[in-house]
């Protein structure tokens, strides 16, 4: 397998681009309309190591500046997905998504699906419930986008389910490729004991703030470019020894049909396939029910 080519800023020949620095410096670097999906997580306020605590209308006007700077690289075909959670300021919630969608609204982007990221580990609280769940906003700039759903469809309640009357009795009345997923996700977090587990404090597919570089191991996986940046060079130097893990196949990854417990069931739950970048075409097999969206990815 022909290495990876890995840049330190934009170049449009690398398979991905890993920039430690602000985000702002590297978007500026990319020319219009050249990334065809965006997927990140920002920070979210709260004041962890990795961030400054700001007033939320401060934050709000940062998060504008690359908000701009995402929709102006984006093509006009293209998604943005933003996922974020709740701003707690003195024991009171403050939706993020509530508070960016007008941002993304004025610059003429058009909402798709608010999605629903639901998990069964984070923070407890002790005056309030504790949260379980985040949001994630696909937004296109035009009606004219790209979405396939086959790709992702998942397989039906009742497959052998039929028509009972009518012109199609006896006819399966469910699609034979799956049906559409729901725009609620039942996906675990990355857990402390969990052998993905990195030193980032927030561990998910993120980009611009890329963390420690999971969302290009997935874009790289399907065959596409990847663009990323975060301001701690040590997250951009985990996140290229990881990407280098996956390409020679050594990649720390949980077994792939290893059973978890769910206390809320009698039966144990098989988590989603963990995939590496050697042997490529028997990990698309794997993935072809299953969907993983790259960061700011351009679409080769």
């Given at each position: 397998?022909?290495?990876?080519?890995?840049?330190?800023?934009?170049?449009p020949d690398a398979?991905?681009?890993?920039?430690?620095?602000?985000?702002?410096?590297?978007?500026?670097?990319?020319?219009?309309?050249?990334?065809?999906?965006?997927?990140?997580?920002?920070?979210?306020?709260?004041?962890?190591?990795?961030?400054?605590?700001?007033?939320?209308?401060?934050y709000l006007s940062?998060?504008?500046?690359?908000?701009?700077?995402?929709?102006?690289?984006?093509?006009?075909?293209?998604?943005?997905?933003?996922?974020?959670?709740?701003?707690?300021?003195?024991?009171?919630?403050?939706?993020?998504?509530?508070?960016?969608?007008?941002?993304?609204?004025?610059?003429?982007?058009?909402?798709?699906?608010?999605?629903?990221?639901?998990?069964?580990?984070?923070?407890?609280?002790?005056?309030?419930?504790?949260?379980?769940?985040?949001?994630?906003?696909?937004?296109?700039?035009?009606?004219?986008?790209?979405?396939?759903?086959?790709?992702?469809?998942?397989?039906?309640?009742?497959?052998?389910?039929?028509?009972?009357?009518?012109?199609?009795?006896?006819?399966?009345?469910?699609?034979?490729?799956?049906?559409?997923?729901?725009?609620?996700?039942?996906?675990?977090?990355?857990?402390?004991?969990?052998?993905?587990?990195?030193?980032?404090?927030?561990?998910?597919?993120?980009?611009?703030?890329?963390?420690?570089?999971?969302?290009?191991?997935?874009?790289?996986?399907?065959?596409?470019?990847?663009?990323?940046?975060?301001?701690?060079?040590?997250?951009?130097?985990?996140?290229?020894?990881?990407?280098?893990?996956?390409?020679?196949?050594?990649?720390?990854?949980?077994?792939?049909?290893?059973?978890?417990?769910?206390?809320?069931?009698?039966?144990?739950?098989?988590?989603?396939?963990?995939?590496?970048?050697?042997?490529?075409?028997?990990?698309?097999?794997?993935?072809?029910?299953?969907?993983?969206?790259?960061?700011?990815?351009?679409?080769?």
């Open positions: 397998m022909e290495s990876m080519k890995l840049a330190d800023r934009f170049d398979n991905a681009v890993l920039f430690a620095g602000d985000c702002l410096d590297l978007l500026r670097s990319v020319p219009d309309g050249l990334v065809k999906l965006v997927v990140t997580s920002p920070p979210y306020n709260l004041g962890k190591s990795y961030e400054n605590r700001l007033d939320i209308g401060e940062l998060q504008r500046s690359v908000i701009e700077e995402c929709v102006r690289v984006t093509s006009k075909n293209g998604s943005i997905c933003w996922q974020v959670g709740n701003f707690v300021d003195n024991g009171e919630i403050v939706p993020l998504d509530l508070k960016l969608y007008p941002i993304f609204e004025s610059l003429g982007l058009r909402l798709r699906n608010r999605v629903v990221w639901h998990f069964g580990h984070g923070l407890h609280a002790s005056r309030r419930f504790s949260g379980r769940y985040e949001v994630i906003l696909w937004f296109t700039r035009t009606n004219d986008y790209t979405f396939n759903l086959d790709a992702v469809r998942v397989p039906p309640k009742y497959p052998n389910k039929k028509h009972f009357k009518g012109p199609k009795a006896g006819q399966l009345s469910c699609n034979p490729l799956g049906k559409n997923p729901t725009d609620v996700w039942d996906i675990p977090n990355v857990k402390a004991n969990h052998v993905e587990k990195t030193e980032h404090p927030c561990q998910f597919p993120v980009d611009p703030f890329m963390g420690v570089g999971s969302a290009q191991i997935a874009a790289l996986i399907h065959g596409r470019r990847t663009i990323g940046a975060d301001i701690e060079p040590r997250y951009v130097r985990i996140a290229e020894s990881r990407i280098r893990a996956a390409e020679a196949g050594t990649l720390r990854i949980r077994p792939m049909e290893r059973t978890v417990y769910d206390p809320s069931s009698p039966k144990e739950s098989v988590p989603p396939k963990y995939v590496s970048l050697h042997n490529r075409e028997d990990q698309m097999k794997l993935l072809e029910r299953k969907t993983i969206f790259p960061s700011i990815s351009r679409g080769e």
